[in-house]
């Protein structure tokens, strides 16, 4: 018999990483595919409410427990008016979207998507066109969404039958502004003067308001690293936080290099991290600049369908990954890589949320259904808040083909407000061995387990569909338990784990 692999935690009651942001745990919807056009809004589907929202997407999105969603792009904002969509909608004009070759049809825009978020319960982060706009469609948009009244912009809001303002708080200075394929791309210095005027306009009209500026569009750019350097180089007073963005897939079928993918995006957190400190540094400035991980995801399964949808429909199903279960695992690994540095990445976005690289996926007029990738996400949100420990790990390790020395064990662990509840997540990476864990309680007494949920599934190919959905869901019969101030537990091979504990003895 092979014995099992061994992957030890230490939880020390003073070793903390920090309090993590809610909004580590956001999503993004963009005007692409059948995100908004059967995803969300479908008026005609049998639950949609009298705003055309659909009440089982809305219930699915409630249960993610999202708090902030980014809107309304992506690459989409880079060449869109906002004017198209506000306003009566049977005015609002059909315009070719180039940057996914489609006819944006403008039902809806951003008072539509204000009401939507208030329903699911979420904030909306909102993003301006940088790319063939500039610092006035900036102001104009931020004078109709957060001035209260009595000017030319908050007036025609209230005329649209919005009395108060949205008081939108977190804004994007435009999207992926380095990238070839953007519209309007610009060169780093090019962005970092649009993006400071266009912050100074902004703050003018709301002081409030918490600024991103882009980052690179990825860390495998050939302009990395000197675009964020340049761009905060000019901008780095007006600014709140970077961007980052990444997607990984497993186009060659080489599921131990896949999962090690989250190592590449530890990386590139430190690394964008050093950047920030560097300018700082380099401008002797009191102030911090944090991070923004507003795009992330597995992307890669859609990519041929894709290539095959004829340009200028509307609502094409485009970028429709199907997950599977080792993607799910992927991206619990990259969920632990945004809790490691919680101390600097303060907002997540999971990209996307609805049949867009999305946890959740609908048939037009039919069914709604939870992705693998929902339940690492939902795990994440509902119980990874409060303050990330810092753990001392110790696990087997392997080498991949672009990773040496991976952990098969990939842990975190988050401590609730109140103190009473530690929540561990762990990705057992070895696809052929159950993984013996040990996690010693250093500080903390009285705790015991109440729930050991398990992620899991004999096929790493398996997925959810509108006919199957639920081959890959959760099962909460995990063997955690506290034994002498240490939990114990197998975690199964190629497994996400969420082990619960709470304080019971005083
Ligand atoms: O999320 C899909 C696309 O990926 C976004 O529109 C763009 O910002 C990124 O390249």
Redesign the pocket.
Known sequence: MVKPRSGTMILEHDYRIGAIDDRLYGS?I?H?GRAIYGGIYEPGHPTADENGFREDVADLVRELKVPVVRYP????VSGYNWEDGIGPKEQRPRRLEL??RTIETNEVGVNEFADWAKKVGTEVMMAINLGSRGIDAARNIIEYCNHPGGTYWSDLRRSHGYEKPHNFKLWCLG??MD?P??IGAKTAYEYGRIATEAAKVMRQVDPSIELVACGS??SGMPTFADWEATILDLAYDYVDYVSL?T?YGNRDNDTPNFLARSLDMDEFIHSVIAICDYVKAKKRSKKTINLSFD?W?V?FHSNDADRQIEPWSVAPPQ?EDVYTMEDALLVGSMLMSLMRRADRVKIGCL??LVN??APIMTENGGAAWRQTIFYPFMHASIYGRGTALLPIIKSDKYDSNDFTDVPYLDAMAVLSESEEEITIFAVNRDLEQAMDFECELRGFTGFAVQEHIVLEHEDLKAVNTAANPDNVTPHNKGNAAVEDGKVKAVLGKASWNVIRLAKVNR
Do not use: D
């Open positions: 993004f963009e692409l792009g992506g690459n989409f940057a996914w999207n992926e990238g394929w953007q569009s990825g963005h997607y795009e995801n992307w970028l990209a996307q867009v690289i």
